[in-house]
């Protein structure tokens, strides 16, 4: 699940104009995401100048088996963070 840190989130709405879905929305100049229309594409969360969209860890109790849009989501998730990962060493350079 995507969260927006409201203590970082400054209500630029870049996240607004790039989510695909329009899961995103100002609410007193900070960013609110609706859950029901969000498909964890984790668009915002690439274009967040803050870094203010986090995931949200909803955990598994033990022995239980994750659904593949929760892998999915894991995986965009990770995918993202290696491309923010090699971004960096690429302006190290």
Not at 23 to 46: E, F, H, R, V, W
Not at 52 to 57: E, L, N, P, S, T
Request: some cysteine; hydrophobic content about 35%; glycine content about 8%.
């Amino acid at each position: 699940m995507l969260n927006v840190r409201r203590d970082i989130c400054v209500g630029c709405g870049v996240c607004t104009r790039v989510c695909p879905t329009g899961a995103i929305s100002l609410d007193s100049n900070k960013a609110k995401i609706d859950q029901g229309k969000c498909t964890y594409c984790y668009s915002c969360m690439k274009a967040c100048p803050r870094g203010a969209i986090v995931v949200v860890q909803t955990g598994l109790k033990p022995g239980t088996v994750p659904s593949i849009q929760e892998l999915r989501n894991n995986l965009l998730y990770i995918q993202a963070e290696v491309q923010k990962i090699a971004q960096r060493l690429k302006s190290l350079q």
